[in-house]
């Protein structure tokens, strides 16, 4: 029973560490699976977001306008 508790508590921290670079349950899927590898693979992962170059905010790779300072991003 403790281990089940450890891989799903693995599993919510690769999660949050994902949600902050746009892969969240990716992250949730990976921590399970994988228990503490998995923490560290969503550690080294990229993600889908890149910083603003005006406002250096985070913002998906994707973006043509930033949504925190409104500038138009080229890619």
């Known amino acids: 029973m403790f281990w089940a508790f450890g891989w799903l508590g693995c599993g919510i921290i690769a999660a ?25 693979i969503a550690i080294f992962s990229k ?5 603003c170059p005006f406002c250096a905010e985070p913002i998906r790779n994707v973006a043509k306008v930033c949504p925190h300072c409104q500038r138009i991003v080229k890619q």
Do not use: T, Y
Not at 20 to 27: A, N, T, V
Not at 47 to 51: L, Q, W
């Open 47 to 51: 993600g889908d977001r890149i910083s």
């Open 16 to 40: 949050l560490i994902a949600s902050k670079k746009g892969e969240g349950c990716l992250g949730l899927i990976v921590g399970v699976l994988f228990g503490p590898l998995g923490i560290i």
